[in-house]
């Protein structure tokens, strides 16, 4: 292997796939998926990079739960069940599942197996795909020294410590590094009174070796996947359902915006606007998302100040500013913000994802608030769009190979 090993931690991913795991476990333990790469920048890899991301992927066979981490996932994530942290304890990543092919600079990535076994792929092979790929292409390294990128993440902390505004660390998918996430959750937390700003981080190797909280609760797969298996008409009010029958309660974030706003408001009815604290801005114009989210509270006469709004989606400092002062006033909000910290280095991120398409034979797609950008099977976007009245002045869908 040509560089040391990468990912060296279970709990090196986002706190969402072990929530969504532990529901899979407990709900859909027989379904069995397929998730596919897509590479939404379509930059070219450097030849060879397959057969180094093969021997990395082999390497990650060998990580185990310790004792450790466990521990800390015990305290810290209580709404985990006793169960699950046991079935994660005997966990093993088999690469076996994931199917890797280079032509030229296209990379073709498929993972496929039961879906409460290959869920925890998708973050960690993502941040391998991107950590791997800057090693491959920038062997120099970062532009500037760690103290120059110090001075960058405190200019970032103070512009949030001065505003008050509430930020986590999003950024595990398409860091620069894991030792730069780090660096960057370091500076936040050394920041004075840090904890009245940075609220946590979604990744809990970085929760537990900083001693600050983890964050997360779902994600788009969670809602699409259940989607094909239950039908789509109120597949928002079906994954709601499902999740508080595992969690009653706690993790209470609901995305909003898998099969578009309006389909997710016809559900989110007002024993679901009460029961869920929070709602995650995803994609979309996110000034008209608050203006819909705010009505849509007082039509069901809660107070929106009593609810959050959690942005999510590109963000950067000046824009979060802009919409903490949009809020002000109308409803609570926090940020979590992804690259804009932890890739925020001189180099241009990738712009990948890795997405559900199938599960136990059907086709899984996602819409989204942003028009024109689907992902899936041709004819069930077309279908749900037509279901939930949404109207592409021009479709286009990201290639899905089923």
């Known amino acids: 292997m040509r560089f040391s090993q990468i990912i060296q931690s279970l709990i090196d991913t986002d706190l969402y796939k072990l929530t969504q795991m532990a529901a899979v476990a407990q709900l859909f333990p027989r379904s069995k998926v397929k998730y596919q790469f897509i590479n939404r920048g379509k930059t070219p890899f450097p ?3 397959a057969a180094e991301l093969r021997e990395q992927v082999s390497a990650m066979a060998n990580i185990r739960l310790t004792a450790e981490e466990k521990e800390f ?5 209580w709404y985990l069940p006793p169960t699950f942290l046991d079935l994660l304890d005997g966990y093993r990543y088999n690469p076996s599942e ?3 092919v280079q032509n030229n600079g296209d990379l073709i990535i498929t993972i496929e197996g039961y879906w409460y076994r290959t869920i925890l792929w998708e973050v960690p092979l993502m941040a391998l795909i991107s950590e ?5 292409t920038h062997p120099e ?9 110090e001075k960058k993440n405190l ?3 103070q512009q949030f410590a001065k505003n008050l505004i509430k930020v986590a660390d999003f950024g595990t998918r398409r860091r620069y590094s894991f030792e730069n996430q780090l660096n960057v959750c370091k500076d936040f937390v050394s920041f004075h009174n840090s904890s009245s700003f940075f609220v946590g981080t979604s990744n809990p190797l970085i929760a537990m070796k900083l001693d600050i909280p983890v964050l997360g609760t779902h994600a788009h797969e969670w809602v699409s996947g259940i989607a094909a298996k239950k039908g789509y008409a109120h597949a928002n009010k079906e994954m709601m359902d499902a999740w508080m029958s595992v969690y009653e309660g706690d993790l209470g974030t609901a995305l909003t915006d898998t099969f578009g706003t309006d389909a997710f408001l016809r559900d989110f009815t007002t024993l679901y606007a009460k029961l869920f604290d929070s709602v995650r801005h995803d994609s979309g114009d996110p000034y008209k998302f608050v203006d819909k989210i705010v009505a849509h509270y007082k039509k069901l006469r809660i107070d929106p100040m009593s609810k959050t709004i959690i942005f999510s989606d590109g963000l950067t400092t000046d824009l979060c500013m802009k919409l903490a002062e949009y809020c002000k006033g109308k409803i609570m909000c926090s ?3 992804g690259t804009h910290l932890t890739n925020d280095v001189g180099v241009k991120p990738l712009n990948i994802v890795i997405k559900l398409i199938m599960i136990d034979g059907e086709h899984v797609i996602k819409l989204s608030d942003d ?4 992902v899936g099977d041709q004819e069930t976007v077309i279908y749900v769009k037509w279901m939930h009245g949404i109207k592409d002045e021009e479709p286009s869908l990201e290639p899905i190979e089923t």
């Open 132 to 136: 791997l790929y800057f090693k491959m």
């Open 98 to 100: 994931v199917g890797i």
């Open 335 to 337: 940020f979590g913000i």
């Open 141 to 149: 390294g970062i532009e500037g020294s760690r103290r120059e990128l």
């Open 155 to 157: 200019a970032k902390v």
């Open 47 to 49: 030849e060879g990079f």
């Open 371 to 374: 028009r024109g950008k689907s």
């Open 73 to 77: 996932l015990k305290k810290r994530c």
